[in-house]
């Protein structure tokens, strides 16, 4: 408590003589953490049990690793809130971390400081993870050089906060179970989640049509013109999916060769209705909590191929290279304009509780982004 309290009344100081000065709020956030790290201390957000994020995880003043030769020492300056994250939080992800732990595993950061044999990055950079485990929800962080990726600082903020998981989950699994051509269709359910997103951009930058599927919910109108602006060409609820009308709609677009399942149950059933025969269903994850049952006609007639996907499992197996490659080529499509961020809601970091009740609410389109 003594060192959360004197925590506390150093930060009102220094929030005094910057504001005095003139300075804009992202100023003093970088300074109070130069301040902090000087200290060996910031603010993060910390779980000590599973279970429902408002419920276990709370800000606390948490200890800096020292600085080594290959490491480096960044500031925070956003981080979404996935569902993968509050997965964690609950006990229910395939992979944990050890307890305590900080929360968030995507986001961006400008380095600080580099250990002295880091050479290929330098203060003022931007850096992601490249993989799980950094706890993302804090001021500040030190870490090897390795387990970050640069990105460049000329992309918006929110793109770099919100590119390591989603984007890479949609690009891996359009480039990599079906050679797709120019004209040819893609159909996935969850369109308008951060992977739904992603997912209608990148196809439309391979040329690519695109059947996005969405429950029906009141601002049904809004949503679909929404994702029609980022270029979905079609925009259909579950109900529909299960109509006789779908076949109008294969008069003009091709039946897809992929179908991307975020959801399960029901809604990926439809979709392996209409795959191609010999097409894929990649299946993500499984928002609806129910198994993805296969029909034996599909199966046997049709020979559709059932995959899953996970973004995590193939960083590992493919290394920094691969992934520095694939980072590369998404960054090329936001400087294009051709790869935007998912509709987002900033949020400021001391007001997290607000995030996580937005990003556990049923039907909330908007991801939740901490700013630091």
């Known amino acids: 408590m003594a060192l959360r309290g004197a925590w506390t009344q150093g930060r009102g100081l220094l929030r005094l003589q910057l504001q005095g000065r003139g300075c804009q709020r992202g100023q003093w956030t970088r300074a109070l953490a130069?301040?902090?790290?000087?200290?060996?201390r910031c603010e993060a957000l910390v779980y000590h049990k599973h279970g429902e994020p408002l419920n276990v995880i709370h800000l606390e003043n948490v200890k800096l690793s020292q600085l080594g030769d290959f490491d480096i020492r960044i500031q925070m300056l956003a981080a979404p809130i996935n569902p993968s994250d509050i997965n964690m939080m609950q006990g229910t992800y395939p992979i944990l971390p050890d307890l305590p732990a900080i929360g968030g595993n995507e986001g961006v950061g400008q380095i600080l400081e580099v250990g002295s044999k880091v050479t290929n990055m330098k203060p003022g950079d931007w850096v992601i993870p490249s993989d799980t485990g950094l706890g993302t929800w804090r001021?500040?962080?030190?870490?090897?050089?390795?387990?970050?990726?640069?990105?460049?600082?000329?992309?918006?903020?929110?793109?770099?906060?919100?590119?390591?998981?989603?984007?890479?989950t949609a690009y891996r699994m359009l480039y990599d179970f079906e050679s797709l051509k120019p004209g040819d269709s893609v159909i996935q359910n969850a369109a308008n989640s951060g992977v739904g997103q992603a997912t209608i951009q990148i196809a439309k930058a391979m040329s690519l049509k695109t059947i996005n599927v969405i429950r029906d919910r009141p601002d049904i109108q809004e949503l679909s013109h929404r994702l029609k602006a980022m270029g979905a060409d079609y925009v259909i609820t579950e109900e529909a999916l299960r109509k006789p009308e779908m076949k109008e709609l294969f008069k003009v677009v091709p039946r897809p060769r992929l179908a991307l399942n975020g959801v399960g149950g029901k809604s990926a059933t439809e979709m392996l209705r209409h795959l191609k025969k010999g097409g894929?269903?990649?299946?993500?994850?499984?928002?609806?909590?129910?198994?993805?049952?296969?029909?034996?006609?599909?199966?046997?007639?049709?020979?559709?191929?059932?995959?899953?996907?996970?973004?995590?499992?193939?960083?590992?197996?493919?290394?920094?290279?691969?992934?520095?490659?694939?980072?590369?080529?998404?960054?090329?499509?936001?400087?294009?304009?051709?790869?935007?961020?998912?509709?987002?809601?900033?949020?400021?970091?001391?007001?997290?509780?607000?995030?996580?009740?937005?990003?556990?609410?049923?039907?909330?389109?908007?991801?939740?982004?901490?700013?630091?």
């Open 139 to 168: 001021i500040e962080a030190v870490g090897n050089m390795n387990a970050f990726i640069k990105v460049p600082k000329v992309i918006p903020l929110l793109c770099a906060a919100t590119l390591s998981v989603n984007p890479c």
């Open 280 to 372: 894929t269903i990649v299946t993500y994850g499984g928002m609806a909590k129910k198994p993805v049952t296969v029909p034996v006609s599909t199966l046997i007639f049709k020979d559709v191929k059932i995959r899953g996907f996970w973004v995590t499992q193939w960083k590992r197996e493919h290394g920094h290279d691969l992934l520095q490659e694939m980072i590369s080529q998404l960054c090329g499509f936001i400087q294009e304009g051709k790869l935007k961020a998912p509709i987002c809601t900033e949020v400021q970091f001391q007001d997290y509780q607000t995030a996580l009740k937005a990003a556990t609410t049923p039907f909330t389109s908007s991801k939740q982004i901490l700013i630091m």
């Open 34 to 40: 130069t301040s902090a790290g000087a200290r060996g």
